[in-house]
């Protein structure tokens, strides 16, 4: 089984900052991309920022300049940090990894890859 948990959600007011965890476990191989996306009520999941193994990121326009996406692959492990948070930022974020796969008990890859999301960790930004 794999799991994403997500943290450090919560509440923050305008202009401050925060910084998302995602940690991914399980049997994993390898990872293609991870990212970032959230969800504000009444409007579609959108993609906030992505990073694939070995290349460029890739952001949301509303986002870029103010926030930053990194990982670490030897962790399964990634990061958002979001500076300069405006109330339109307020939506439950989910990380999501995806062309995951996995591992098989030789530890060698298992045919196909999967896409995984975490449950979600709420960011509101009082204005």
């Known amino acids: 089984q794999v799991q994403l948990v997500e943290s450090g959600g919560g509440l923050v007011q305008s202009g401050g900052s925060l910084r998302l965890s995602c940690a991914v476990s399980?049997?994993?191989?390898?990872?293609?991309?991870m990212g970032w996306y959230r969800q504000a009520p009444g409007k579609p999941r959108e993609l906030v920022a992505a990073?694939?193994?070995?290349?460029?990121?890739n952001y949301a326009d509303s986002v870029k300049g103010r926030f930053t996406i990194s990982r670490d692959n030897a962790k399964n492990m990634v990061y958002l940090q979001m500076n300069s948070l405006k109330p339109e930022d307020t939506a439950v974020y989910y990380c999501n990894a995806d062309g995951v796969r996995l591992k098989s008990p030789w530890g060698t890859p298992r045919v196909g890859e999967f896409r995984y999301w975490g449950q979600g960790t709420q960011v509101t930004v009082s204005s």
């Open positions: 990073i694939p193994s070995g290349g460029s990121t």
């Open positions: 399980g049997s994993i191989f390898s990872i293609y991309s």
